[in-house]
């Protein structure tokens, strides 16, 4: 596919070469160096204006959303050095997590900025997604005889680590990982662990619905399909049916059969509804009982994380993730829950500077998709992302999503290039 202009091939390359990046250890620098880059070629096509060269020019204002975005994720930072005041954390922690914040938070804020500013076409982005799968259904075998092989989990772990970040596994490859639980093996691809392999499996499939070459959406559904099963992730499962089928049925709100459809679905929930919330609660029984250690742990830090966020540090939480007891693996307080983990570490201020922007740009997004194809994909971002904030960390995994968010960025752009 063609790229038109310098921009459009940073994004094909950068998102292409992810297994080669990988293969280095160095995907978790690759996402923020990629997202300040392209959000600093936004902002000179803008301050150049017609002196930029043609290909490279802003094709309009700033949507308003991106500035609602910039405003939420300038509001985290700043709850952020409140927290490391309240808690007397110190120049150099609090430096730290800046950083952080600068490789985390701000990556959304600046990716769709970047995407709604840069004459970027949604097709190169879906492509080069596509050049991924291929990758992965090319290692595929490999990586599904490791463990019967006996292989080695972990291959290395890269010494780019000494350029900080969360942990050794962001910067490690492995080859697949043993399920404590179970101890049978599970794969996680490129990502940090199994359950986001699945949700980035999700995103490739959404991604792959929007090709225009059959071979390609073959390719890409496969290969997602792959992922979201050998991660062995209930969450990703359930993201797989809820976010491809939600945006293609979105048109039929506009129609009047769909609404007396409607009608008579809540009007048989009258006679039969109590067997069906009664078969939901068994299926989400089911569901948890399916990883039940997992399930315990997570429930855990929940509700630690909120006691504490409700007895210690209402508006500006702690600052920082906090090490957790022995009764949840010493896993870290704060994580693994976008919104617990928000209330933990930035308080209700951190809370309210991520719903407010999610969801108006959620709310506009549904709008679109209900009387515009072009709205399915950023529906089914904008669905996993949501998903993913009530199992993972959105911040320690934006530096992966940067292809979804700067889809989300375009969305905006072809939005008030049609209102033009």
Same mark, same amino acid.
């Given at each position: ?23 280095l ?11 300040? =880059? ?34 939420? +994720?300038?509001?985290?930072l ?21 950083v ?34 291929l ?9 599904? %005889? ?7 989990? &972990? ?5 780019? &680590? ?10 490690? @490859? ?24 699945? =949700?980035?499996? @999700?995103v ?12 390609? =959406? ?6 997602? =399909? ?11 499962? @359930? ?10 049925m979105?048109p ?13 679905? +809540?009007?048989?929930? %009258?006679?039969?509804?109590? %067997? ?18 997992s ?29 957790g ?6 896993m ?29 740009h ?44 700067? @889809? ?13």
């Amino acid at each position: 596919m063609k790229r038109h202009n310098p921009a459009e091939s940073f994004v094909y390359w950068a998102l292409a070469l992810t297994w080669a990046f990988y293969a280095l250890g160095a995907l978790y620098l690759v996402g923020p160096v990629v997202a300040w =880059l392209l959000a600093g070629m936004a902002f000179l096509s803008l301050y150049f204006g017609p002196a930029m060269r043609a290909d490279l020019r802003a094709t309009g204002p700033v949507p308003w959303l991106v500035w609602l975005w910039f405003a939420g +994720m300038a509001v985290m930072l700043v709850a952020l050095w409140l927290g490391h005041v309240d808690w007397d954390l110190g120049m150099k922690q609090t430096i730290k997590s800046s950083v952080g914040w600068a490789k985390g938070w701000a990556l959304i804020a600046l990716l769709i900025f970047a995407g709604a500013v840069l004459p970027i076409r949604r097709s190169i982005v879906v492509r080069a997604q596509g050049v991924v799968a291929l990758c992965t259904l090319a290692l595929l075998p490999i990586l599904f %005889a490791a463990p019967h092989l006996g292989l080695p989990e &972990k291959i290395f772990v890269s010494p780019l &680590k000494a350029a900080g970040g969360p942990g050794p596994e962001y910067f490690s @490859v492995y080859l697949y990982t043993l399920d404590p639980a179970s101890w049978t093996p599970r794969w996680q691809f490129y990502a940090p662990w199994s359950p986001f392999a699945g =949700l980035i499996g @999700v995103v490739t499939v959404a991604f792959a619905l929007e090709e225009k070459d059959r071979k390609w =959406l073959v390719i890409g559904i496969a290969a997602g =399909l792959a992922m979201i099963l050998l991660s062995k992730s209930r969450m990703s499962l @359930v993201a797989l049916v809820v976010c491809t089928v939600t945006p293609r049925m979105m048109p039929l709100v506009a129609r009047g059969f769909a609404w007396q459809l409607a009608a008579v679905f +809540m009007a048989s929930m %009258a006679v039969l509804g109590t %067997a069906v919330l009664q078969f939901v609660l068994d299926g989400i029984s089911a569901f948890k009982s399916a990883r039940a250690d997992s399930t315990r742990v997570r429930e855990t830090l929940q509700r630690i994380a909120y006691e504490r966020w409700q007895s210690e540090a209402i508006w500006f939480g702690h600052g920082t993730v906090q090490p957790g007891p022995h009764i949840v693996e010493y896993m870290p307080i704060g994580s693994h829950h976008t919104w617990y983990g928000l209330l933990f570490v930035k308080g209700l201020t951190g809370l309210f500077a991520l719903a407010v922007p999610m969801i108006t740009h959620f709310a506009v997004i549904i709008a679109d998709s209900v009387r515009h194809s072009r709205g399915r994909l950023p529906l089914s971002i904008m669905l996993t992302l949501v998903i993913l904030t009530f199992g993972e960390n959105l911040e320690i995994e934006a530096y992966l999503l940067w292809p979804a968010l700067l @889809v989300l960025g375009i969305h905006l752009r072809e939005m008030d290039g049609e209102r033009a």
